[in-house]
């Protein structure tokens, strides 16, 4: 469940008290209500940072304005940055000497005006490169005048020989409520013998937001026997902001047995932020599968600290009853800890980020311990025109040292 609330504000400027002879500094503008993030686990408030803006370049002076009144220039609304022109991304597979065993899969992904298009390949048994997957998406209405915005994203698979098997379409529309809620519709049609693109699932989300309080349902319905649609899954999330340092979600999860909806997980998030670090506290409750009851399932710690320097370090630790082969252990008394997640991004001066996350789980030939890390590091380079993207993947191997097992290098033509 990744969710992005975006909380616009909108800030007046204070002109200078008429009874003073000098002009007064304008007073700064008040901080944005917090913005509620996922970061791959830690639910974040943004928006409210105690950093230090970065130094911006200095304008060049601008003519003073004639006549007595010189208003200031309106600021111009920021709009969603453009998908890069061109992404190509090779990964390959790496032996216990760091030398590449095989050719893994290629993607490429090409904009050209208002359409994406993605071509994924592989190797086949005869060593060919043939198409995997390739998708389109595109732009159908962009929603003015009132309309829905309307975007539809076809994607074709293709069998071991490069031929094509079956295509899925997946149309999205978004539509704003008079009440001032957005409502997105996402169907999925898929090919079926005959080549007819048939419904096979619809969800819908409607997000609402009144004052601090913002709230989303997302249902997911499938055709019956008789080919109408009913509701399989529900979701429904609260989310609370308190002031500009504190807010809850609490999320309810319902589906659908021998047509009657009933409650499978529920989960309540709490965020507090002091200065630039946040800190998250999750509580988990799942349906088990012999009583039907809903207990305590899993409790999960993170924080996160942002840097002035735009540099994060991130920790996730999750407490829980299930053991290493993913089973809950009914010997356990107390919840333990099962997973550790820590994740560093540092950004240098000439613009290069890296990214290192370590992920370990809880070890299945020693219970009560944590087992050996997965390490990533990813390390982002601007180039001539764009960025060089490249992750590299470390398991420990069999001697105990840790050595890199894939390695995947994209570059991004902006």
């Given at each position: 469940m990744r969710l992005l609330f975006l909380i616009a504000v909108s800030a007046c400027l204070l002109g200078a008290a008429p009874q003073e002879k000098e002009a007064a500094e304008p007073e700064a503008a008040p901080l944005p209500p917090p913005r509620i993030t996922r970061s791959n686990g830690v639910v974040t408030i943004r928006g409210t940072t105690s950093q230090a803006p970065r130094p911006q370049?200095?304008?060049?002076?601008?003519?003073a304005a004639e006549g007595p009144e010189a208003t200031a220039e309106e600021p111009r609304k920021s709009e969603p940055p453009k998908p890069p022109r061109r992404v190509s991304s090779a990964t390959a597979t790496l032996d216990a000497n760091g030398r590449q065993r095989q050719s893994?899969?290629?993607?490429?992904?090409?904009?050209?005006?208002?359409?994406?298009?993605?071509?994924?390949?592989?190797?086949?048994?005869?060593?060919?490169?043939v198409p995997y997957i390739s998708e389109q998406k595109r732009e159908v209405s962009s929603g003015a005048g009132g309309g829905p915005k309307v975007t539809e994203e076809r994607t074709q698979r293709y069998d071991t020989a490069g031929k094509p098997s079956q295509q899925e379409l997946v149309r999205t529309e978004e539509r704003k409520l008079p009440g001032g809620g957005v409502e997105r519709t996402q169907v999925l049609y898929r090919e079926n013998l005959n080549?007819?693109?048939?419904?096979?699932?619809?969800?819908?989300?409607?997000?609402?937001?009144?004052?601090?309080?913002?709230?989303?349902?997302?249902?997911?319905?499938?055709?019956?026997?008789?080919?109408?649609?009913?509701?399989?899954?529900?979701?429904?999330?609260?989310?609370?902001?308190?002031?500009?340092?504190?807010?809850?979600?609490?999320?309810?999860?319902s589906a659908s047995f021998g047509g009657r909806m009933q409650v499978v997980a529920r989960e309540?998030?709490?965020?507090?932020?002091?200065?630039?670090?946040?800190?998250?506290?999750?509580?988990?409750?799942?349906?088990?599968?012999?009583?039907?009851?809903?207990?305590?399932?899993?409790?999960?710690?993170?924080?996160?600290?942002?840097?002035?320097?735009g540099s994060t370090v991130e920790k996730v630790e999750t407490y829980g009853f299930r053991t290493a082969g993913g089973a809950r252990n009914v010997n356990a008394t107390r919840p333990e800890l099962q997973e550790v997640v820590e994740r560093r991004k540092t950004v240098q001066p000439d613009g290069t980020v890296r990214?290192?996350?370590?992920?370990?789980?809880?070890?299945?030939?020693a219970?009560?311990?944590?087992?050996?890390?997965?390490?990533?590091?990813?390390?982002?380079?601007?180039?001539?025109?764009?960025?060089?993207v490249r992750t590299d993947v470390y398991e420990q191997g069999v001697n105990g040292r840790m050595r890199a097992t894939q390695s995947t290098v994209q570059q991004i033509a902006k």
């Open positions: 370049p200095k304008a060049e002076e601008a003519p893994g899969r290629q993607v490429v992904v090409e904009r050209q005006g208002g359409v994406v298009s993605t071509t994924d390949t592989i190797r086949n048994a005869n060593g060919r490169r080549g007819r693109m048939e419904a096979v699932q619809r969800s819908v989300e409607v997000v609402e937001e009144r004052g601090a309080v913002t709230t989303t349902v997302k249902r997911v319905e499938t055709p019956s026997l008789s080919g109408r649609f009913e509701t399989v899954l529900r979701e429904e999330s609260t989310e609370r902001r308190e002031g500009e340092n504190k807010a809850t979600i609490e999320t309810v999860k309540e998030s709490t965020m507090t932020k002091t200065g630039a670090v946040a800190t998250t506290e999750t509580q988990l409750y799942e349906r088990q599968p012999g009583s039907g009851e809903i207990e305590f399932s899993s409790r999960s710690v993170g924080t996160l600290e942002e840097r002035p320097d990214e290192r996350e370590s992920v370990r789980g809880a070890s299945a030939s219970p009560g311990r944590m087992g050996a890390p997965t390490v990533t590091e990813t390390v982002i380079q601007p180039i001539a025109g764009g960025e060089q």
